[in-house]
């Protein structure tokens, strides 16, 4: 089976028993799911579950889903028995920093996973965990929720925040503000902060934070639309799709080196 084909199948099994996908933008679109490489799953998915995810099982397959967001964790591709997983790099310095998550009570979230052995960060100011291969995950607190965790978005890395964000504008219809001297991109199911740096950012690829995901009305049209202005797609560059699943598929890699994964199926999953 194609390793994108088997990603696509998880994905619609997983979210048979997750939340609907939010309402897509004029553009079409909504987001909702990111994949990770883990060099021990069952690690990666206990501390998921410690923060508040819900674990999810297809065969022997673990997933984690939390209001919002999906996780898809696995081993790196390629891993046998014969040659286990290797640590992958953390997400520190590549184009999305961190993946972020709202609390309902920070103070109550904060002392449960004491309890659990993970704590903030001290280099950052802002309340920030280290994950398992070495993700790294912001905090904010939002009283107004509610359940006690959800997803919020990402925090990207960008050295022209303009040029980025306008892209996510044109491609996937994000809504641009500003928020301090960062630019902010709201796509339903996900807020994505463009953080400006002349620091180095390095690709997604190679990653334990592996892939961002986009869900769209109308993958054959996203398709011709993007080819025809130019884009290219990852690998044969074709749709794979599951029929009985009624899931297609496709990867791509943004000019600045994120990799995407946008789907068409995923908003009839309940």
Partial sequence: MKPLLFVAIILCSALTSAAQLPNPNAAGVSAGHHIFRAKDVDVANKFWTTLGGEPAALANIKLMKFPGVLLFISAPRGTTPAAPAQPTPGNHGTTV?????????????????????????????????????????RIIEDKNLSVPIAADGLVMNSANAAEVSAWYAKWFGATLS?????TVGDIPGARIVFHETKDPIAPMKGHSFALLGFE???LPAFVKKYQDAGGKFDGTGAISTSTSANLSVIQLTDPWGTSIEVSQGLAAVK
């Fill in 216 to 218: 769209v009305k109308d």
């Fill in 97 to 137: 920093e961190f993946i972020t998550f709202k609390v309902k009570d920070l103070k109550e979230s904060l002392a449960k996973w004491k309890a659990a052995g993970i704590e903030p960060m001290k280099e950052f100011k802002d309340v920030t965990l280290l994950g398992p291969d070495d993700v790294q995950v």
């Fill in 178 to 182: 500003r928020s301090g001297s960062d």
